[in-house]
């Protein structure tokens, strides 16, 4: 395969591999390389699904675990420390871009929003095709497991009880009803859990579902936190139809007057939906203005340097372009004569 011109952990510049920073966050130091030592793993064929079920790209997606042993990723049945993600068979367009966007997404997320994430990167088969790496955050460095539930089990959502689209049965706020139950610190977690709201909207996540938010148990504090974000992507380059928001904003089938007039989420319904999930309002204006027309340099630097191809890079800068519209859009700013809050400046 060619050389890089980016680190393919930070996208940093002039780095052929992984740089000092990459090493140690990903691999204790290590020096690892950036192309694996073994094939592509053979992809499973996933068959048509039943007419009516929702599917993702993480559905379709083949995991594999991964541990590092003298400097190298090997493939493991168990006591994995990384997962795999290599290009996934299935239904939708621009496939192969997948490992490339989920890391480029995620490092959005870190660099640009200061997102909790969890540590990734990309490497390469020796052929040169691409996949995504993820260092498992419920692994202890001595191998202990980490307790982790999603949302789907706190919320007792399952496919046996609830069905193929159990992964979508609840609202986001019902995620911040559950999360106020479980987490003592909620004051603080469901701001966190608000930030990752806006900006999977922002980023045109449509896998943001029940199973891409998990808490995990704090040894530190005793008490079950948020873990860091996964599984983030624009998922829009490849389900160009979906939906806006994997899940509704709202339960009971509630929408503000801005998004019955519009057809479409803007500042109003994000700002409706931190109030009742009880954030206090003057803090939520702090995070929506997170999101404006400043961001684009940096998201455009990295964009960049990414590993998606030419075009592709060109459509998730409009995509972010088009949502950021939407961000700054106050419809009882327009209809109420109150002045427009203004985006702040970096």
Known sequence: MKSLNACPGCLKNSFPTYCNPCRRKLFGGQNVNHILTFTRPEYNQRKTRASGERI??????????????KRQLILVEHGGEYILKPIPN?????????PANEHLTMQIAAQVFDIRTAENALVFFPDGKPAYITRRF??????????????????????????????????????????RKYVKAYPVQVEEFFYLVLFNYFVQNGDAHLKNFSLTRSEEYGDSLLTPAYDLMNTRIHVPNETDMALPLFKGGFNTESFNINGKHCQDDFTEFAK???????????????????????IQDLVDRSFLSNPLKETYVNLVKERLKRFAYSYNADIYGRNEIKPRQS
């Open 90 to 98: 299935g239904p939708y367009e621009n496939l192969d871009e997948v």
């Open 276 to 298: 009742r999930i009880g954030m206090k309002e003057e803090r939520i204006m702090l995070f929506i203005e997170r999101f404006g027309d400043y961001v684009i340099e940096k």
């Open 138 to 179: 419920d692994v202890m460095p001595d191998g202990r497991k980490i307790s982790q539930e999603d949302f789907a089990q706190l919320g007792e959502k399952s496919e046996e009880k609830d069905g193929k689209n159990y992964k979508y049965d609840l609202s986001y706020e019902e995620i911040a009803e559950l999360l």
């Open 56 to 69: 993702s790209i993480s559905g379709v997606q083949t995991k594999h675990s991964l541990k590092l042993e």
